[in-house]
């Protein structure tokens, strides 16, 4: 097959996964992120060399499409002029039945045959070969270095397959391939311990909790060498650094805002070198298996797990993810609550506050912030239950079906390579708006001047609203901030907290030792800094979720209802915990 | 002896005879490779008529209870 010198659109299909993602990157050298559970891929990943359209689509399992990310696929097929059907060696049989309908296309198509390594028993690429017309390769995408042109050149139009009984045939077809006898079953294997009637669940438990405790505590002793790092630095440059417009703006508002929000950086790193490990072993869809009950029961789904652990890191992937869940409505609970999932961009907020009311206490804080997650699971799950009785969701309404990934053992060098690279990203994402909102708010801060500045007099303007809270004008400007980008909060606390004072110290310790102005009644007691919390796990305060939403959820009334009802709870919260707590 | 995949035991293993029930659901099950000849092994039944972790054709799929409830099965 010869390539014309037009645009030729090479279209990857196949069950989910089945390792399509692995091949794009191994074939485009790109690095999509690369999942061991059922449809990982929600978008498309394109790449284009050589007038080669090459695209990695959401995995199908027919071409009727059942869920919104199957659609994507199917759309696509029309625009291919090429395809490379890439199917899992040890699941072929069924897979198979997916083939048959893409020949029907008659369109020039070749076969990648994956995960041939995994299989106890051989299979005969001839024989295939000869079924279809077609040729058919075994490939370990991540040693080969093959092109798409490669591939291109492979494929040929198929035979067309005339059969009454189309399940009969892939049957068939697939003992054909099959060189020695069946598979070794009953073997043992991990399943018997994470699928186990009653360890299973208390695994499940005890892998979430450890999950959610080993985010702060193993954190904790890096977190305190990038401590030390910013608060020695700041020294130095008061010390060596003369006295100037210029060395102000530095100290307090660049180094002082960013050192604050970068100190947490090694547990977002913790955060997604774990969530790393859960995807690529294959215990994802386990888990998912393991929640389904109990999660019907508030009209979700055990798909929804993996768009609700993925919120843990951000809302914005974690509601692109629920493409993949099939019931309409499911998906809208499940879009409704990601936002309440406790994000990365959180993690900042809580480490400073929980610095405050358990101060030098890491297995304490540790217990808490383990708390708060599962504490926000409670509150998303009353709030999917009210969301399912008004939408009258029956057992019609929620399905599960869900195929079970081989165990893998994690690729450590490529776990740690991804998790350092996403770590980056909240970096290069978050940083310069952090850089920029301390570099305003020192100036608001420090202008005309520190006993009167604008930024007092938009705190005093506020302050009614924030004082119910048990927090003051300078905390409400960082309040007011947090709507921009929630890790603001920390960065924009310790600018306002760093002008005007002498001292030079860590942000937890100006936090512990504020006081109200012209009084000595701290600002941080026990209640305001639980009520704090309270307010961060429920308020929508970010505006790419709010637009990523809409778009997912195709209308504007539910995010706004999300944005409003959620800052709405989080105050009355809030305010309730001060007052009383 | 023939019975609904729901009644199965651990570990044990079964020839699908026929799947029952409305159009869509039995699509779905026929994709995860749910098909009359098919032999099945149940590897776990979760508590509380939770879902079921079932072998088919070297592949491993949960689905829920009230879906193994339409498909009959042989005792191998």
New interface residues.
């Given amino acids: 097959m010869g390539i014309e010198s037009s645009i030729q659109t090479v279209a990857l299909i196949g069950y989910p996964n089945v390792g399509k993602t692995t091949l794009f990157n191994a074939l485009s050298k790109k690095s999509a992120k690369v999942v061991n559970y059922p449809g990982s891929t929600v978008g498309l990943n394109v790449s284009t060399a050589d007038n080669i359209k090459f695209i990695d689509t959401p995995g199908v399992?027919?071409l009727?499409p059942?869920s919104a990310d199957e659609y994507v696929t199917i759309n696509i097929l029309d625009e291919a002029t090429y395809i490379i059907n890439v199917l899992d060696g040890?699941?072929?049989?069924?897979q198979l039945?997916l083939t048959r309908d893409l020949i029907s296309r008659g369109l020039p198509m070749m076969l990648v045959l994956t995960r041939i390594d995994l299989?106890s028993f051989k299979i005969d690429p001839v024989v295939l070969e000869n079924e279809l017309g077609i040729r058919v390769i075994t490939l370990n995408a991540k040693k080969s270095d093959i092109s798409v042109s490669n591939l291109v050149e492979l494929t040929k139009i198929p035979k067309r397959i005339t059969t009454t009984q189309p399940?009969?045939w892939a049957?068939k077809t697939?003992q054909r391939c099959l060189k020695t006898g069946?598979?070794a079953?009953?073997k043992w294997d991990l399943?018997?311990l994470f699928?186990?009637?009653?360890v299973?669940?208390m695994a499940f438990l005890g892998i979430m909790t450890l999950f959610f405790y080993s985010i702060y505590t193993i954190a904790t002793p890096l977190l305190g060498l990038v401590d030390s790092f910013f608060v020695s630095s700041t020294l130095l440059f008061k010390t060596h650094l003369p006295d100037s417009f210029l060395t102000h703006l530095l100290i307090d508002g660049v180094w002082t805002g960013s050192g604050a929000a970068l100190i947490f950086v090694p547990q977002i790193f913790i955060l997604f070198l774990a969530m790393g490990l859960m995807e690529q072993s294959g215990y994802l869809?386990r888990a998912?298996?393991?929640v389904?009950?109990p999660l019907s029961k508030v009209g979700l789904n055990?798909r929804s797990f993996l768009p609700m652990l993925s919120g843990c890191a951000c809302a914005i992937p974690a509601l692109m993810a629920t493409r993949n869940i099939q019931d309409k409505k499911v998906r809208w609970i499940c879009q409704f609550i990601v936002p309440l999932m406790q994000c990365s961009a959180r993690l900042p907020v809580y480490g400073l506050l929980l610095g405050v009311l358990f101060y030098n206490r890491p297995l304490i804080s540790g217990i808490a912030l383990t708390s708060i997650y599962l504490g926000s699971f409670l509150i998303a799950a009353v709030i999917a239950g009210l969301a399912s009785r008004v939408l009258k969701v029956t057992?019609r309404d929620t399905?599960?079906?869900?195929?079970?990934?081989?165990w893998q053992v994690p690729d450590f060098k490529e776990l740690l390579k991804s998790s350092f690279k996403q770590t980056l990203e909240f970096i290069t994402n978050a940083g310069p708006t952090i850089l920029v909102v301390s570099v305003i708010l020192w100036g608001l801060a420090t202008y005309p001047s520190e006993n009167a500045s604008f930024a007092m007099d938009i705190g005093k303007f506020f302050e009614p609203i924030f004082l119910p809270m048990g927090v003051d004008w300078r905390v409400g400007v960082a309040l007011l901030l947090s709507f921009a980008a929630r890790e603001v909060f920390v960065s924009a606390l310790a600018v306002m907290f760093a002008v005007g004072s002498e001292a030079p110290g860590d942000i937890l310790s100006t936090i512990q030792s504020a006081t109200f102005e012209g009084t000595t009644d701290l600002i941080f007691t026990s209640s305001t800094s639980l009520g704090l919390i309270v307010f961060f796990m429920i308020a929508m305060q970010c505006m790419a979720t709010l637009a990523v939403a809409k778009q997912e959820m195709g209308e504007w009334k539910a995010p706004v209802l999300q944005l409003l009802g959620y800052i709405g709870l989080a105050y009355i919260l809030a305010v309730f915990i001060a007052q009383f707590g | 002896m023939t019975k609904s995949m729901s009644e199965m035991m651990n570990?044990e293993?079964c020839v699908i005879k026929a799947l029952e029930g409305d159009n869509l659901?039995c699509?779905?099950?026929?994709?995860?490779?749910f098909?009359?000849?098919?032999?099945v092994?149940l590897?776990?039944?979760?508590?509380?008529?939770?879902?079921l972790?079932l072998?088919?054709?070297?592949?491993?799929?949960?689905?829920?209870l009230?879906?193994a409830a339409q498909i009959v099965v042989q005792t191998a």
Avoid at chain 1, 399 to 406: D, N, R, W
Wanted: neutral net charge; aromatic residues 4%; without cysteine.
């Fill in positions: 399992r027919s009727t059942q040890t699941q072929l049989q069924t039945n299989h399940f009969e049957r697939a069946a598979d079953q009953n399943d018997k699928l186990h009637p009653w299973g669940p869809a998912a298996m393991i389904d009950k055990g057992s399905t599960f079906q869900l195929e079970l990934p081989q | 570990n293993e659901s699509e779905r099950l026929i994709q995860l490779g098909l009359p000849g098919a032999l092994t590897i776990s039944k979760l508590p509380f008529n939770g879902p972790a072998s088919i054709s070297g592949t491993k799929v949960a689905i829920r009230a879906d």
